[in-house]
């Protein structure tokens, strides 16, 4: 539980963006819940530290549902939760696609334009690594995400093979 000042708003979007980034629950204002597992412990920590270097109080409890039924519905709200995050990384995945696409359209081979595909390839790797570590109950989507994180590997390949080509074609021509 969470109780920041009001003012500055700063230190209140800190906190929430800490506990939004960790993967929190959102139960209610200030009320937030993360399953009890290791993986949580620092995101948590980071959160209470910003809360009272704002003024505020955290108080940190372990607590579960009353019944099998609570503890059920709390599993199911952070499994809600990660599908929705496990939904926007293949959206991204898409997108990344799409933007390779485009660039083998219009023979667009620089190693410029390949670090920058590189680069947010890499990006994706992350946020899977990350997602797959707040994942503790296993939303539905992590197994197309992992399938889709490997095509989109495969075609960043694919690209790189392209760009390198295409440089070692133009340094024939010269």
Not at 16 to 39: F, I, T
């Amino acid at each position: 539980m969470i109780k920041v000042p009001a003012e500055p708003s700063r230190h209140r979007v800190a906190v929430w963006r800490e506990l939004r980034k960790v993967g929190a629950l959102s139960l209610g204002q200030g009320v937030w819940s993360v399953p009890d597992v290791p993986v949580f412990a620092d995101g948590i920590a980071r959160a209470v530290e910003l809360t009272e270097q704002a003024g505020g109080r955290a108080l940190v409890l372990d607590a579960a549902g009353r019944g099998e039924a609570d503890s059920a519905a709390l599993q199911a709200q952070f499994t809600a939760a990660r599908s929705a995050d496990w939904t926007e990384f293949l959206a991204d995945c898409g997108k990344f696609e799409a933007e390779l696409a485009k660039e083998i359209r219009n023979a667009k081979f620089t190693l410029a334009e390949l670090e920058e595909e590189e680069q947010s390839l890499e990006r994706l790797r992350r946020w899977h690594r990350d997602l797959t570590a707040r994942d503790v109950f296993g939303a539905p989507e992590a197994t197309e995400a992992a399938e889709r994180l490997k095509q989109c590997t495969a075609a960043c390949e694919d690209y790189a093979e392209r760009v390198i080509g295409a440089l070692h074609d133009s340094n024939g021509d010269q």
